[in-house]
DNA sequence: GGACATATATCGTTTAACAATATATGTCGA
DNA sequence: TCGACATATATTGTTAAACGATATATGTCC
């Protein structure tokens, strides 16, 4: 497992928790929120379109978000996606979740010579 | 995706941290591995035996861990492992690098009405 | 008009955790 | 003695999420 893999591995479970956090404040498209993680996390974690957009279907499927198409003169049209009432809800279980799951790592892999 | 399949995918990238971490002090076997990080994070993080052992073979396999029989009256055969210098080094990337994928994931998720 | 950022779409590949199942031994109480 | 349960390792097939690659299309700037 290269260090590359680790990197992709890590991401999985965590996606959810970046997009439904990011859509918190308000409604934003795939390619702004693309770029958000990227900036964010100075470049430390980024998505690809190949893992973002099916992400984006797969939680308006599930009725986390609901997406609106905007076109702009000027402008590519965009799809902005805001959080579902159902989505404000997923978002604080995900929060919960993560940090109960970061201190349990923290727990099984504190060295034991401190 | 339900909560249990994102449990299951938080795990995906941090498993081999718990592998190296619970060895970093010294020889275990792979059942000992598995009851350890259940009572140390209170049951909220457990690994099947069908993820452990390949896990196991795989971290093996990469020159991580060495393994070794023991066999002992009144015991079943153990396979006990103990981290190779490679191992070692790989366990610092590890911990380098989840210190610093949690940051990004704050950095990213952190309420912008803080 | 050429390079690059913006913006979305999708096919096929990879791979790690897991459910299920299997084998085998030791312990303890009824 | 027999059944239940913990200990201990092994393996087959399934599932699902991120991604590489590729595609389409528009706006900006030199």
């Known amino acids: 497992m290269s260090d590359q893999s680790i990197q992709r591995d890590l991401k999985k479970g965590s996606a959810e928790l970046l997009i439904l956090s990011l859509l918190e404040a308000g409604p934003r498209h ?4 693309s770029k958000l993680i990227e900036t964010r996390s100075s470049g430390a974690v980024s998505f690809r379109v ?3 957009y099916p992400l ?3 939680l308006e499927d599930r ?3 609901q997406g609106r198409w905007v076109e702009k003169t000027g402008q590519r049209r965009r ?3 805001r959080l579902t009432p159902a989505g404000r ?6 929060r919960l979740g993560w940090t109960a799951f970061v201190e349990a790592i923290r727990d099984i892999t504190e060295t034991e010579y401190a």
Chains 1, 2 share one sequence.
Do not use: D
Request: overall charge positive; proline content about 0%.
């Open 30 to 33: 795939g390619y702004e929120i």
């Open 50 to 52: 190949a893992s973002l």
């Open 56 to 58: 984006l279907y797969r």
């Open 63 to 65: 009725g986390l978000l």
């Open 79 to 81: 799809r902005y996606y």
């Open 89 to 94: 809800k997923m978002l604080v279980q995900r």
